[in-house]
C-alpha cells in the first residue's frame, strides 16, 4: 500500500529549470535514502541523485553543479532542483525510496511511475 507519486515534469528550452516533486505516501514507518534516476530512450536506467535520511546529497557527475536534491522529512518528499537543463537531460525521471513498513521489517526499495522531462534545443 505504499505509493510514490512524481510530479513536476513538463518541456522547458536547453538552459531552462524544472523542480521535481515526489511523496511518499500509505503505511510507511520510516523512510531511509531516497534518489532519483532517470532513464532516456533506448538507455538504461540511471542514478541522477540521492539524499540520506541526514539529507546528505550524491549526485552523478554531470549534474553536479546543476541540480539539487533536498528532502522534507516530515511530508515524506524528495525534491530535485534542475537548472542549466541540457537536450541531454531529457529521459523519464523516476523517484525512489528505500523504506520500512513496520519497524520489525527490512527496508525495501519502491519506485514511483515517472515523470517526463524534455529538453529542447
Known amino acids: 500500500q505504499v505509493q510514490l507519486v512524481e510530479s513536476g515534469g513538463g518541456l522547458v528550452q536547453a538552459g531552462g529549470s524544472l523542480t521535481l516533486s515526489c511523496v511518499a505516501s500509505?503505511?510507511?514507518?520510516?523512510?531511509?535514502?531516497m534518489g532519483w534516476y532517470r532513464q532516456a530512450p533506448g538507455k538504461q536506467r540511471e542514478l541522477v541523485a540521492t539524499?540520506?535520511?541526514?539529507?546528505?546529497?550524491n549526485y552523478v557527475e554531470s549534474v553536479k553543479g546543476r541540480f539539487t536534491i533536498s528532502r522534507d522529512n516530515a511530508k515524506n518528499m524528495v525534491y530535485l532542483q534542475m537548472n542549466s537543463l541540457k537536450p541531454e537531460d531529457t529521459a523519464v525521471y523516476y523517484c525512489?525510496?528505500?523504506?520500512?513498513?513496520?519497524?520489525?521489517?527490512?527496508?525495501?526499495?519502491?519506485w514511483g511511475q515517472g515523470t517526463q522531462v524534455t529538453v529542447s534545443s
Open positions: 525512489n525510496a528505500r523504506l520500512k513498513i513496520r519497524y520489525y521489517s527490512a527496508p525495501q526499495l519502491y
Open positions: 500509505g503505511s510507511i514507518f520510516s523512510i531511509n535514502e
Open positions: 539524499i540520506t535520511t541526514g539529507r546528505i546529497p
